[in-house]
Nanobody
């Protein structure tokens, strides 16, 4: 219960597109107040890429605005991250995260109590 499974990571050329998926159990998915995607490049801190709150309102980090889109399918219990116009600096391990504690307006990564195992995205120039 509560297990998150990401998929969709791959190696692509700059300018390409990928769609990441994060499948969750129905109980975890529907009890979460905030859903998000994070990424972590080697030697760097894990950073939030995009979030989606219980109302469906979304936020995207400045480096990915206009290129990435977070979305959900409530019938399938799946969170998505559509990534377009990929750049080499987007290379990272991507993680999905859910919070059953608080909404997205609460600052900090600690609110997320469910994490996936990660899916690797590599963008070559």
């Amino acid at each position: 219960q509560g297990h998150l499974v990401e998929s969709g990571g791959d190696s692509v050329q700059a300018g390409g597109s990928l769609t990441l998926s994060c499948a969750a159990s129905a109980a975890t998915y529907h009890s979460s107040y905030c859903k998000a995607w994070f990424r972590q490049a080697p030697g760097k801190e894990r950073e939030e890429v995009a979030s989606l709150d219980i109302t469906g309102s979304t936020k995207h980090a400045d480096p990915v605005k206009g290129r990435f889109t977070i979305s959900r399918d409530n019938a399938k219990n799946i969170l998505y991250l559509q990534m377009n116009s990929l750049k080499p600096e987007d290379t990272a391990m991507y993680y999905c995260a859910l919070s059953t504690y608080s909404g997205c307006s609460v600052i900090g990564r600690s609110k997320f109590n469910y994490w996936g195992q990660g899916t690797q995205v590599t963008v070559s120039s």
